[in-house]
């Protein structure tokens, strides 16, 4: 966080220089400007302070580029002594022979949302953990709250507690779930009015099953279209095709892989269901999960159709379509 290994080296490979500075923009263009003026690449692993560096060093003209942390974690691997100097000599002749996973930087705008979905996803984890630590304060005294949750739960919870020994610690914990929901509302309601805004966000939500979460997640994550030149590509960058070991005579396919964006797969995994299970309206896409169903079940089939979702969503997105659905007629029952 403080500090940067910056290496640079001539096109045979060989140290011209070695040293830190700042993690600052500024401090590394300094760096670069006079010890390498006629630089040709500069290689940044991905990590918390890429996307920083990365666009400020891009307005500062320089021809800089993002490596995969877990395609360069492989090739550092093979060095004996593991230090941020040999990390960046490592990085840097990764980059000189050209044997690196380039990642795309995500726009600033991309990043803003982003940052509201995962704060909000986190909000709510929290609101349940503070949940269950209410009904575990209450069980081993006998006072169970029920099903449920919201205002009926915390109305619930302080009419079993009043007047007794346990009022002031449940009092407590349910003034912090309140301020808890208090925000995730808050957060929802901006991210309701972003997907309004944004009228890619509201052609995805066309689609059976996608609400403005899942629709911002999808456009923060995907950030351009034109990224995937197949859209059947984006199933496997959300980590939603089977892993595959193939080594002479053994070939094998594993689970899904879930490489990618971890929200993004969970909302795809929600339309699913909702397409399979709730939306009662035929399409393509249902009639197609409802025959997988039968023949694999019903995860294995939502998790398919999860990954066919993100297909047709990107094709919407890339061709300027809303989504087509069809009768009832000729599809199963």
């Known amino acids: ?45 991905s990590g918390p302070l890429s996307i920083w560096h990365w666009h400020e060093l891009t307005k500062l003209g320089l021809p800089v580029i993002c490596l995969d942390a877990r395609h360069a974690k492989a090739t550092l691997s093979l060095q004996m002594n593991k230090t941020d100097p040999n990390d960046a000599l490592g990085l840097t002749q990764i980059v000189r022979t050209g044997w690196y996973r380039e990642v795309t930087v995500k726009s600033l705008d991309s990043q803003v949302v982003r940052s509201f979905l995962t704060s909000r996803a986190r909000l709510v984890e929290i609101r349940v953990d503070l949940t269950n630590q209410i009904r575990g304060v209450l069980k081993p005294f006998g006072l169970v709250a029920g099903k449920g949750g919201g205002q009926p739960f915390i109305d619930r919870v302080r009419t079993l507690v009043a007047d007794g020994p346990l009022e002031d610690v449940v009092a407590a914990l349910l003034i912090a779930l309140q301020a808890v929901s208090r925000q995730i509302g808050m957060l929802t309601r901006r991210l309701m009015a972003l997907a309004r805004q944004d009228p890619a966000a509201r052609r995805l939500m066309t689609a059976p099953g996608v609400g403005a979460l899942a629709a911002l997640a999808y456009i923060s994550v995907i950030d351009a279209p034109e990224r995937f030149s197949k859209s059947s590509s984006v199933g496997a960058y959300l980590g939603l095709t089977p892993r595959r070991y193939q080594s002479g005579e053994i070939d094998r396919s594993g689970r899904i892989s879930k490489c990618g964006d971890p929200l993004l797969r969970t909302y795809l995994f929600e339309a699913a269901g909702m397409i399979l299970n709730r939306v009662s309206r035929w399409s393509p896409i249902k009639a197609w999960g409802t025959r997988l169903a039968r023949k ?36 199963p029952a």
């Open 1 to 45: 966080m403080e500090q940067t290994a910056v290496c640079i080296v001539d096109e045979h490979g060989k140290a011209l220089w070695r040293g830190k500075c700042a993690s600052t923009p500024e401090a590394i263009a300094a760096v670069v400007h006079a010890k390498a003026p006629h630089v040709v690449r500069i290689g940044l692993e």
């Open 296 to 331: 694999v079940g019903g995860k294995k089939a939502m998790v398919a159709v999860a990954r066919k979702l993100s297909v047709i969503l990107h094709r919407m997105w890339r061709d300027g379509t809303d989504f087509r659905w069809s009768n009832k007629a000729g599809l």
